[in-house]
T-cell receptor, first 114, second 110 residues
Framework: KAGVTQTPRYLIKTRGQQVTLSCSPI?????VSWYQQTPGQGLQFLFE???????NKGNFPGRFSGRQFSNSRSEMNVSTLELGDSALYLC?????????????FGPGTRLTVL | GESVGLHLPTLSVQEGDNSIINCAYS??????FIWYKQESGKGPQFIID?????DKRQGQRVTVLLNKTVKHLSLQIAATQPGDSAVYFC?????????FGAGTRLFVKA
């Protein structure tokens, strides 16, 4: 099976812009979770989608949003970018919802906000 | 490679020795725990998991121990190899969210 893929791998934006990141889960997985990873805060949960519905959300401002399509592919959007949004954004897929099973991570999208 | 943490706790072991990585979790109601390994430039990779109705689980060269009394999790790696050098994260499933620990960097000296 192909693994989790994320596009783009690297992205440079300026403050105030918005960005959309994409994640394709492992075939057959219906749960997609997004995480932000920074040296200072570590890995932080953003949200989880299962069967096109957001199931859980972490403590991030409303500028962070996402969606999931009928084929389980997911996108994450960050609007009005701030310098502090610079991070590695990781997507993970799993067969069960709610983090109750092994998650398979993609390589991440490295976002740099200037 | 990309840095996953500039000030992580670090464990340095000699190749062939056993490694023990410890983790304290926060929520006594968490019922599912996972260890992940992250190498530079890659996403975290599943190593082993354990549910709260167990105290110990073994995999290939790895063992996870769960002590619910003190909310402590440990990962034991037998016969540590250079390829085991990475950052290791424990994670707990808390209310349908996965909460990751800060991570421990493992260095394996040849």
């Amino acid at each position: 099976k192909a693994g989790v893929t994320q596009t783009p791998r690297y992205l440079i934006k300026t403050r105030g812009q918005q960005v959309t990141l994409s994640c394709s889960p492992i075939s057959g997985h219906r749960s997609v979770s997004w995480y932000q990873q920074t040296p200072g805060q570590g890995l932080q949960f953003l949200f989880e989608y299962f069967s096109e519905t957001q199931r859980n959300k972490g403590n991030f401002p409303g500028r962070f949003s996402g969606r999931q399509f009928s084929n389980s592919r997911s996108e994450m959007n960050v609007s009005t970018l701030e310098l502090g949004d610079s991070a590695l954004y990781l997507c993970a897929s799993s067969s069960l919802a709610g983090g109750d099973s092994e998650q398979f991570f993609g390589p991440g999208t490295r976002l740099t906000v200037l | 490679g990309e840095s996953v943490g500039l000030h992580l706790p670090t464990l340095s072991v000699q190749e062939g020795d056993n490694s023990i990585i410890n983790c304290a979790y926060s929520n006594s109601a968490s019922d599912y725990f996972i260890w992940y390994k992250q190498e530079s430039g890659k996403g975290p990779q599943f190593i082993i998991d354990i549910r709260s109705n167990m105290d110990k689980r073994q995999g290939q060269r790895v063992t996870v121990l769960l002590n619910k009394t003190v909310k402590h999790l440990s990962l034991q790696i037998a016969a540590t190899q250079p390829g085991d050098s990475a950052v290791y994260f424990c994670a707990e499933n808390e209310g349908f969210k996965t909460i990751f620990g800060a991570g421990t960097r493992l260095f394996v000296k040849a």
